[in-house]
T-cell receptor, first 114, second 111 residues
Framework: DGGITQSPKYLFRKEGQNVTLSCEQNLNHDAMYWYRQDPGQGLRLIYYSQIVNDFQKGDIAEGYSVSREKKESFPLTVTSAQKNPTAFYLC?????????????FGPGTRLTVL | DAKTTQPPSMDCAEGRAANLPCNHSTISGNEYVYWYRQIHSQGPQYIIHGLKNNETNEMASLIITEDRKSSTLILPHATLRDTAVYYCIVRPQGGSEKLVFGKGMKLTVNP
């Protein structure tokens, strides 16, 4: 089945540790996105990438880093510099070249920093 | 900031039509209206989008007023699985890279 996978679904880390969240898609989409969602809130854009080896900061990029070495993969690292990392993280992709505007979302990773 | 206004919540009886309103009075001529929904603890799911004509797909219908300042998402026969937070978003086709999600509207379908 085509889609976006995020792993793990739940992740626990100690304060001060970096942690990398996985996002993989087999939809052949060019664009990929990372959002953060806090309880009762909408989604906020962290980073996005329209093409391999290129990415742009979103609204809340501080304390996060990404890479886009392969079209299928867009991992997000939550660094120790992120002051409040506990949140629900969502990855999405879009068929940018095809002109479609719908973003397809993965199931999310819930990160808890203890 | 989100350019849309939705009521915070709505209830609907199972099997009845659910009409979800959205105000977007500052919408620009090149902006589309998109609807997504998010079931608890899952990623958002695309539902439908439109510019000015009414649209229908297998999930829902979208009715946009003639002045485009508001729209209504219609779930014709709501089921318990339609309970979710529904987001109304406006954005240009192929424009800005981000989807601006507000707080959305919680639809609860009751048995």
């Amino acid at each position: 089945d085509g889609g976006i996978t995020q792993s793990p679904k739940y992740l626990f880390r100690k304060e001060g540790q970096n942690v990398t969240l996985s996002c993989e898609q087999n939809l052949n989409h060019d664009a990929m996105y990372w959002y953060r969602q806090d309880p009762g809130q909408g989604l906020r854009l962290i980073y996005y990438s329209q093409i391999v080896n290129d990415f742009q900061k979103g609204d809340i990029a501080e304390g996060y880093s990404v890479s886009r070495e392969k079209k299928e993969s867009f991992p997000l690292t939550v660094t120790s510099a992120q002051k409040n990392p506990t949140a629900f993280y969502l990855c999405a992709s879009r068929d940018f070249q095809g002109g479609g505007n719908e973003q397809f979302f993965g199931p999310g990773t819930r990160l808890t920093v203890l | 900031d989100a350019k849309t206004t939705q009521p915070p919540s709505m209830d609907c009886a199972e099997g009845r039509a659910a009409n979800l309103p959205c105000n977007h009075s500052t919408i620009s001529g090149n902006e589309y209206v998109y609807w997504y929904r998010q079931i608890h603890s899952q990623g958002p799911q695309y539902i439908i989008h439109g510019l000015k004509n009414n649209e229908t797909n297998e999930m829902a219908s979208l009715i946009i007023t003639e002045d485009r300042k508001s729209s209504t998402l219609i779930l014709p026969h709501a089921t318990l699985r339609d309970t979710a937070v529904y987001y109304c978003i406006v954005r240009p086709q192929g424009g800005s890279e981000k989807l601006v999600f507000g707080k959305g509207m919680k639809l609860t379908v009751n048995p």
